[in-house]
């Protein structure tokens, strides 16, 4: 399948879940504070709110340092949401799932007067994005299909379309996960970290250890963290000395593999949409481009 012309998908699907963020975030961590729920088990229910553990939730994000997972679990356990196992794992419990949803549906509550798409195109949009997701669910691996089917959803067919919408675009996140995972896992094993060193020099955002553990504060890692998987960038090839002193840039063989990768998470990802015929994916991106616009204006008049 010829995935070029879907290319300009994947980044206004993203500014649509950016808005759709900008609209309920703000909600939900009020609705959290406000009754005593911790927000990463919110945060968490991307990654599944039936067992907690290191191993499933690198199977997601294997960037964060596990030791951050590991003192939440601990705290998150202390205070009753989780439940140790005997294999070391924890148990979420019916309270917190029903906590997560109640605090997502504050979010969402937070849509509701959103009446700028007629009904009709909401449901149409709503079917073609449900036709790529079960396509998605049933495609062969690669890539290894763990986020679609893990995340918590809340949102179901009797929720208004909206956020039904939202929901679509939350699994198509997670897929876009598991591809991206499935392309670049077999590169860093383990060391995700050292994926997080090719992700800075390949986007610019930071050429150094200093600013890496400064942009990236939520991945728990620290300067001297960074410094290492910079020293094995090196020397594995990815990344080498740059101009300035203490600033480091990407290799060939390292922008090479970052591309390549990049390349074949888009084959995995829009594989599925092979579902829809031309006619149909003209009609979603017109879709998705008038729901952009529509909740960019929404959100600015909340």
Known sequence: MNTEPLL?????????????????????EEAAKRNDIPIELYLYSELGLDTFSIKYFQKRDPFTNPELFEKQFALLNMKGWVE???????????????SVRR???????????FHSMPHSDLKRLVGLLQQII???KLSRRPPDQWAIFKRFR??????????QVRECLMDLYAYRDDSHLSAARPHFNQAGIAWLVL???????????EQMAEV????????????????????????EQAEHPDTFRLTQKGRELREQVERLTNQYFYTPWSVLVQDEIDELYDLLITLRHELSIYRKSK
């Open 8 to 28: 300009k998908f994947w980044s206004l699907m993203y500014s649509i879940i950016q808005e759709f963020w900008g609209i309920t975030e703000g909600h939900i």
């Open 199 to 209: 992700g800075a020099l390949w986007k610019g955002s930071a050429v150094n250890a």
């Open 84 to 98: 140790p196992l005997q294999d070391g794992d924890s148990r979420v419990t019916e309270a917190a799932r029903e």
């Open 216 to 239: 990236m504060p939520f991945r728990g890692y620290d300067v001297e963290d960074y410094e290492i998987a910079i020293a094995a960038a090196m020397e594995i090839g990815w990344a």
């Open 103 to 113: 605090i997502i549906e504050v979010g969402d509550k937070q849509l509701a007067d």
């Open 154 to 163: 809340v949102a179901n067919e009797r929720s208004p379309l909206i956020a």
């Open 134 to 136: 079960t396509e998605c």
